[in-house]
């Protein structure tokens, strides 16, 4: 499935059928490895958590609009989080992928602060001299310190917890109380609660881990929880493998994964679910909660990385894109493919001069076109020569002017004219879709369960299968008109009409395929939704709606729309700008 600007390739793996527009349950995406930031954790000489960054930045895309400004602090709640500027001012900003309104008439504190934890509903900061002031639900711990200073806070997410005080006492409310000690270096209460004292580290409150030792940090996350002393990082009850445990200074938890301090630069650590989770090495400042970390950058930028978030955007350099659940792929200048996403599954270059293992092994790059989806994709080199990853037996010998990939199967437009279609030969679902026409046409693309192409004189002819288990995904005839390009979607086709008009064909829940009035340069068509760009380069969107208001905007020369999204969330757009930019929103 691809847009129609440029010819693409998509590739769609037959794993797990996701039912259009119903918000059935995505498969998760596979893991590299254990280590979140490998190259930190294997020793302290370098200034990056992912090698790749040196040579491609990356950006991140959030569900909602980071805070913009010079930082130096950040922490994390249950509707959002907070910031510290350099002039130790505080602002406290909303995360969809964190549940939970605000508390309605909260007022934040003038400052200046130090510290800071929480979030807009409850919270709490402090200055260097540990004087402390709580807000919305976590006013109850500012009572209960009484005015002495404070060294530490840990807040659950209805604001409870306790307090570590300058002199080492330890202070809590609500379900964490009594505390359990009096004395403490270090308190984390979001999972469960447990302390770090001289003596080792004790747990209560759903939570009964004990390590003895002498600790001064400590962190939960999930099951499991670690704790930093001079001999090195312990945990208990953590079941993976654990990285280096020499040189850490500091340990956080949240559900599934651990950030920390080792031998100065930020460190993380977890489950491969948990892979997606990359933090800066050089990081100013770091906070955890639930699958997510978010981070103060060396340049006091704010990334998130985790539940909801997007890692890995490339900044520059990008000549296409495609989107197609919850991440996608991009074609960089240089002919390498670097995917993104909570859900591609791949992250990073993966074939071309900056290729990986898989890369080398599959022959690939630089490459001329590109689409991929989840875990695989393909690539046409200026050969025509496909080089895939996933379940496709792809034929051995064939070049292809232009190749698209459905759901399972894989159709493209020989040197000749003609069309070849393939797919896993293991799967006898797609028998009747990898079955094309004959004639010789200009370009393929492929849906979930049927075909089109397009003629040199701008016919299109569609094939494929009539429905789809009790779901009827109707194959419908192409309209009678000519067309210069075409798009597939999860289970509609749009294409561009000589005049510029738009006509869209195929399944229709939520308007995706009555497009709006005027001339479009491109579109591409996604699930429930599908995206153009008109005469001026403008993004526009139609069908169901999502996030008002959140379309990139500006000029761009591509676009392209999630082609799968679960009913009710939003869908990932993105569009290439001239300048070779990269820039994603939502719809």
Aim: with cysteine; charged share 15%; glycine share 16%.
């Amino acid at each position: 499935m691809g847009s129609s600007a440029v010819p693409e390739v998509a590739v769609f793996p037959m794993l797990m059928f996701v039912l259009a527009c119903t918000g059935a349950a995505a498969e998760p995406a596979p893991s590299r490895g254990d280590d979140l930031n490998a190259e930190t954790l294997a020793g302290s000489g370098g200034t990056s958590g992912d090698a790749r960054a040196a040579t491609s930045p990356m950006v991140t895309l959030a569900p909602d609009p980071l805070p913009t400004g010079d930082f130096v602090a950040i922490s994390l709640g249950a509707a959002g989080g907070c910031t510290l500027d350099v002039a130790g001012a505080l602002g406290c900003f909303p995360l969809g992928s964190l549940s939970g309104p605000p508390a309605p008439g909260v007022k934040l504190p003038p400052g200046p602060f130090a510290h800071v934890w929480g979030d807009a509903s409850a919270g709490c900061a402090s200055t260097d001299a540990g004087k402390a002031v709580c807000w919305g639900g976590a006013e109850a711990m500012e009572a209960a310190i009484g005015g002495r200073a404070v060294k530490e806070f840990s807040l659950d997410y209805s604001g409870q917890g306790c307090a570590v005080l300058a002199d080492e006492q330890l202070v809590c409310v609500g379900r964490m109380a009594p505390a359990p000690v009096a004395r403490a270096r270090d308190v984390e209460t979001t999972s469960g609660a447990c302390v770090a004292t001289a003596t080792g580290v004790q747990c209560w409150a759903y939570r009964d881990h004990a390590i003895a030792g002498d600790f001064t940090d400590v962190g939960v996350a999930g099951f499991g929880t670690c704790a930093v002393s001079s001999e090195g990082l312990r945990c208990e009850g953590y079941a993976r493998p654990l990285p280096p445990t020499d040189g850490w200074t500091e340990i956080e938890g949240g559900f599934d994964h651990f950030c920390g301090r080792r031998h100065g630069l930020v460190a993380c650590f977890g489950p491969p679910e948990s892979e997606g989770v990359r933090v800066p090495a050089d990081a100013r400042a770091y906070a955890v909660a639930s699958g997510m970390t978010c981070w103060v950058a060396a340049d006091g930028s704010l990334g998130c990385a985790g539940g909801g978030f997007h890692p890995g955007l490339p900044v520059g350099g990008v000549r296409d894109v495609t989107v197609t659940e919850e991440g996608g792929c991009a074609l960089l200048a240089n002919g390498d493919i670097h995917c993104f996403g909570e859900r591609s599954g791949l992250g990073g270059d993966l074939f071309g001069s900056a290729a990986g293992a898989a890369g080398a092994a599959a022959g690939g790059g630089p490459f001329v076109s590109m689409s991929a989806d989840k875990h695989v994709g393909c690539g046409l080199d200026a050969a025509g020569a496909p080089r895939c990853w996933g379940p496709l037996a792809v034929p051995p010998g064939v070049t292809f002017r232009q190749l698209d990939v459905g759901l399972g199967y894989a159709c493209g437009v020989r040197t000749d004219g003609t069309l070849q279609c393939f797919d896993n030969a293991d799967d006898a679902y797609t028998s009747e879709v990898a079955a094309p026409p004959a004639g010789t046409f200009t370009t393929v693309q492929s849906a979930v369960t049927w075909s089109c192409a397009l003629a040199p004189d701008g016919r299109v002819s569609c094939w494929g299968k009539k429905d789809y288990s009790d779901f009827r995904y109707e194959l419908q005839p192409p309209p009678d008109d000519t067309f210069t390009s075409i798009s597939a979607g999860y289970n509609h086709h749009c294409g561009i009409v000589r005049d510029g008009t738009i006509r869209c064909w195929g399944r229709d829940r939520f308007g995706e395929t009555v497009p709006p009035a005027g001339a479009f340069l491109q579109v591409d068509a996604g699930e429930c939704k599908t995206c153009a760009l008109d005469l001026g380069g403008v993004i526009r969107c139609w069908g169901r709606e999502d996030a008002p208001g959140r379309i990139p905007a500006g000029a761009f020369v591509r676009v392209a729309v999630e082609k799968y999204n679960d009913e009710g969330t939003p869908g990932m757009v993105c569009g290439v700008r001239s300048d070779g930019t990269l820039a994603c929103g939502w719809f």
